[in-house]
């Protein structure tokens, strides 16, 4: 495996203190004499419920394989990943999302996939949506396959409307109407000068790209080779979000959050509209009293769009068990492993075939879950490359200095000046 780029040897130190922790899995048996593999995932107490209950299903199933979940709650899988990878002691199976993939699909760390699937007889290319596909494919070879994928609507709560005599908002809305929707549902509603319901809330950078995209402009040009966030359309986008919380003040200034995020203020009834992928489903379903539903994001002077997601599977290309692993990826993305996500909200489940079963599209809610898949032909990828992370940071820092105050047009040509700088291979500012 090649760890020659220097952002890889800055995480060396951080090998050396975890590694004994990381790898504290390898080489353990499981009881009745199965071959066992490590399968590692992100995520929260309810991930782990999630992914438990698939692998115990899974477990169930088999003679011959078994099945070790490895669950990193926190920000810290990546490099988990990166410090098992470098010890050589890797999980065999490892889900990623699509912008840190890419990121480690560079090394050579993960095995093709795709001659398991053209010789697999129930699972097929051609059952995924191609969207999903892409994002797992890197220089021709399919390094990875999606087990599910996100587009990005507005969330509403749909009491809050009605208790001001507004009616729903169409999937053919424009700016001009959501200005106005979120003026009308922006309340202080205790009379003492402060702001209680909010319309909507300022989104992290990645969902911002709905309003840039809009308004007609780009993170990079399409060949990613150049950063173009100083152009007039991206700063407009940038503007119109700065205008819903500085301008018409509908969107809840950074001292004004008290503590509260967006999970928070919508459960409690303070908010009335989100933006939010596939993955929000789960929360809105499971742990808010909320009476929501979604709609595309309204249609911005040069169209209307979606950020699209996805979250996919990947096999250790070091792993001593290659066929095992593949068992288990297969049922991940077989019919019963596709219901289950689909049953479970979190997500868009990655092959068609289970996207438009009543298990994903729930006919007994009343939710319009159909619309994520609607908004899959006007849903985009953020431009994702090698050197993604390091962009984040830089779109990170900028879009938090524009929402304290920043002009975006300032906002706009700092993170074309520091991005192109990163894009050169010069380095970060």
Same mark, same amino acid.
């Given at each position: 495996?090649?760890?020659? &780029?220097?952002?890889?040897?800055?995480?060396?130190?951080?090998?050396?203190?975890?590694?004994?922790?990381?790898?504290?899995?390898?080489?353990?048996?499981?009881? +009745?004499?199965?071959? &066992? *593999?490590?399968?590692?995932?992100?995520?929260?107490?309810?991930?782990?419920?999630?992914?438990?209950?698939?692998?115990?299903?899974?477990?169930?199933?088999?003679?011959?394989?078994?099945?070790?979940?490895?669950?990193?709650?926190?920000?810290?899988?990546?490099?988990?990943?990166?410090?098992?990878?470098?010890?050589?002691?890797?999980?065999?199976?490892?889900?990623?999302? =699509?912008?840190?993939?890419?990121?480690?699909?560079?090394?050579?760390?993960?095995?093709?996939?795709?001659?398991?699937?053209?010789?697999?007889?129930?699972? $097929?290319?051609?059952?995924?949506?191609?969207?999903?596909?892409?994002?797992?494919?890197?220089?021709? $070879?399919?390094?990875?396959?999606?087990?599910?994928?996100?587009?990005?609507?507005?969330?509403?709560?749909? =009491?809050?409307?009605?208790?001001?005599?507004?009616?729903? &908002?169409?999937? =053919?809305?424009?700016?001009?109407?959501?200005?106005?929707?979120?003026?009308?549902?922006?309340?202080?509603?205790?009379?003492?000068?402060?702001?209680?319901?909010?319309?909507? @809330? /300022?989104?992290?950078?990645?969902?911002?790209?709905?309003?840039?995209?809009?308004?007609?402009?780009?993170?990079?040009?399409?060949?990613?080779?150049?950063?173009?966030? =100083?152009?007039?359309?991206?700063?407009?986008?940038? +503007?119109?979000?700065?205008?819903?919380?500085?301008?018409?003040?509908?969107?809840?200034?950074?001292?004004?959050?008290?503590?509260?995020?967006?999970?928070?203020?919508?459960?409690?009834?303070?908010?009335?509209?989100?933006?939010?992928?596939?993955?929000?489903?789960?929360?809105?379903?499971?742990?808010?009293?909320?009476?929501?539903?979604?709609?595309?994001?309204?249609?911005?002077?040069?169209?209307?769009?979606?950020?699209?997601?996805?979250?996919?599977?990947?096999?250790?290309?070091?792993?001593?068990?290659?066929?095992?692993?593949?068992?288990? *990826?297969?049922?991940?993305?077989?019919?019963?492993?596709?219901?289950? @996500?689909?049953?479970?909200?979190?997500? *868009?489940?990655?092959?068609?075939?289970?996207?438009?079963?009543?298990?994903?599209?729930?006919?007994?809610?009343?939710?319009?879950?159909? +619309?994520?898949?609607?908004?899959?032909?006007?849903?985009? &990828?953020?431009? @994702?490359?090698?050197?993604? !992370?390091?962009?984040?940071?830089?779109? !990170? +820092?900028?879009?938090?200095?524009?929402?304290?105050?920043?002009?975006?047009?300032?906002?706009?040509?700092?993170? /074309?000046?520091? *991005?192109?700088? @990163?894009?050169?291979?010069?380095?970060?500012?």
């Amino acid at each position: 495996m090649k760890v020659s &780029p220097r952002r890889w040897v800055a995480h060396l130190a951080l090998v050396a203190a975890v590694l004994a922790l990381a790898c504290g899995g390898c080489g353990r048996n499981p009881a +009745r004499g199965r071959v &066992p *593999i490590r399968f590692s995932v992100w995520g929260t107490g309810q991930d782990f419920k999630h992914w438990g209950g698939t692998v115990r299903q899974f477990n169930e199933s088999q003679r011959r394989v078994w099945v070790e979940l490895e669950l990193v709650q926190g920000a810290g899988y990546s490099n988990k990943m990166l410090s098992m990878l470098v010890g050589h002691c890797a999980p065999d199976v490892m889900a990623f999302l =699509d912008k840190p993939f890419f990121q480690f699909a560079q090394y050579g760390v993960f095995e093709d996939l795709g001659p398991y699937l053209e010789k697999d007889q129930e699972i $097929r290319k051609s059952d995924f949506f191609p969207q999903f596909l892409k994002a797992f494919t890197y220089h021709g $070879r399919q390094l990875g396959l999606p087990w599910d994928g996100h587009t990005v609507l507005v969330y509403y709560n749909k =009491d809050l409307f009605a208790r001001e005599g507004l009616p729903e &908002p169409k999937a =053919d809305w424009r700016w001009d109407d959501f200005v106005r929707v979120t003026k009308a549902l922006t309340k202080d509603t205790d009379g003492d000068g402060r702001v209680d319901q909010f319309g909507f @809330i /300022a989104p992290m950078w990645l969902n911002e790209l709905v309003w840039v995209w809009g308004a007609g402009g780009r993170d990079l040009n399409p060949e990613m080779t150049r950063c173009v966030t =100083d152009s007039p359309g991206t700063i407009r986008g940038l +503007r119109f979000q700065r205008d819903l919380v500085f301008k018409y003040h509908v969107c809840p200034q950074a001292r004004e959050m008290a503590g509260m995020n967006q999970d928070s203020l919508f459960n409690a009834g303070r908010l009335a509209m989100a933006l939010g992928g596939a993955y929000w489903m789960a929360f809105c379903r499971e742990l808010t009293g909320v009476n929501w539903d979604v709609v595309m994001p309204p249609r911005g002077p040069a169209g209307q769009w979606s950020r699209m997601t996805t979250d996919g599977i990947t096999m250790w290309r070091e792993s001593p068990h290659k066929p095992e692993a593949w068992a288990f *990826i297969r049922y991940l993305l077989s019919d019963r492993g596709q219901a289950r @996500i689909a049953s479970l909200g979190r997500g *868009i489940p990655a092959r068609r075939k289970m996207a438009y079963s009543p298990a994903f599209l729930r006919p007994d809610l009343p939710q319009h879950t159909i +619309r994520f898949l609607e908004a899959l032909p006007r849903a985009r &990828p953020q431009s @994702i490359n090698d050197k993604t !992370d390091e962009m984040n940071t830089v779109y !990170d +820092r900028e879009w938090d200095r524009m929402l304290l105050g920043e002009d975006p047009a300032a906002t706009g040509k700092a993170m /074309a000046r520091q *991005i192109n700088v @990163i894009l050169s291979g010069r380095g970060a500012l």
